[in-house]
């Protein structure tokens, strides 16, 4: 499950947290200013680029009756044998076809997740995807370590996610400051911001 | 093989479920004895190769690979089974491993221990906790209608999956162990 490569350098070895594991809840001031923009007649396309959840799954349905699961970080190159050079290839891992249009994409917290180029590099393949218009959900952290893996959240309402603590092992965080992640997100503006009390930086992002 | 035959089985014969514009044929209130509905079973160390269609529900524990057609029946891919075709059914439920597109009229489980890679379209969709699902999910009502007229997917919809997913077919102790019909020109059979 690790991208070396496409990481921040020279990532500190990870240690390990509390072992237990328990649920908590992430008030969203940006899935709320998502989600109403979205119309309530079910026309919305959305790619989850999380894993699967019945959960999920059940809540979006209210938007969009088309909906992606990707669990991109899932399909990442591991770190096992020859680490690959360059951002992902993900032309491959996320091959949609040429029609394929989507009016939300739920980033979640992959950015913290991926090198500068990689972020790049994906923002490029998925711009090719959406309307102008677009919304995009991703959430960026200032903490100095962050969960070893992506969060998987789970929507609990309109503006509260729940995702579980589980005995996780920490690595440090990129801390991508909002000026370099609104230049890497070529083709879209920042159409809402939140810093949360958490350390967790809200994005919703429209394609141009 | 048949831990939990009927408690997980989502009802076969319910149609208060919204129920696909193209609902295919209007079947008759179900009686409490044909309500026990036969299963055919594809068991562990059978592998199939080709087009398997036919009257009858069916519980896959083995491998299959090219295209399961029962529209009007319950598909169940067991733990053990191992799909690589696309699949049509009433209510199709996974719990093991699917790579192709899934077709539901009515309902499709992805269970806990199921695996899909493909496209799902079905009126309703479930996805139980732990399962995995890389692919997209079309509940649009007559998706499956389209999906048929179509021959394909919508273009914005690539099939791949890999999920499980259970039928609801009630397995009766006498089930069969290879009621499926396979057509004879497409299919061969191996044990």
Known sequence: MDWPSARSAKPAPPRAASAERHAERHRSLALKALLQELPEDRSSKV?????????????????ACKIQIEDLYASLPTADGEAPVGPPPFGRLLGFSEAARFDV???????????????????????????????????????????????????VDSETLEYDVASSRLRPGPRYVPRDIAHMFAGFRVQN??????????YVFARE | MWKKPEAETPQPESHSAPAPASAPQPRSVPTPVESRREVAIIGATISIHGELNGQEDLLIQGSVEGKVDLKQNNITVGKSGRVKADMYGRVISIEGEVEGNLYG??????????????????????????????????????????????????????GRADSSVR?????????????????????????
């Open chain 1, 47 to 63: 790619l989850d680029l999380g894993s699967a959840s019945g959960r999920n799954l059940e809540f979006l349905s209210q938007f």
């Open chain 1, 105 to 155: 994409i739920l980033l979640w917290d992959l950015l913290d997740y991926l090198d500068h180029d990689s972020i790049r590099a994906l923002v490029a393949h998925l711009a090719r995807f959406c309307r102008p218009g677009s919304l995009l959900l991703a959430f960026s952290s200032n903490q100095k370590e962050i969960p070893e893996q992506p969060i998987r959240f789970r929507f």
């Open chain 1, 193 to 202: 911001s939140y810093l949360l009390k958490n350390g967790i930086q809200e």
């Open chain 2, 105 to 158: 009229g009515e309902q499709i489980i992805v269970r806990q221990s199921g695996a899909v890679r493909g496209n799902i379209v079905a009126p309703r969709v479930s996805l139980e906790d732990g399962s995995k699902l890389k692919g997209s999910i079309d509940m649009e009502p007559k998706g499956v209608e389209k999906a048929r007229s179509q021959g394909a997917l919508a273009p914005e919809v690539k």
């Open chain 2, 167 to 191: 039928p609801g077919a009630e397995a009766d102790a006498s089930a069969r162990s290879a009621a499926a019909t396979a057509k004879p020109e497409s299919s061969t059979a191996r044990v």
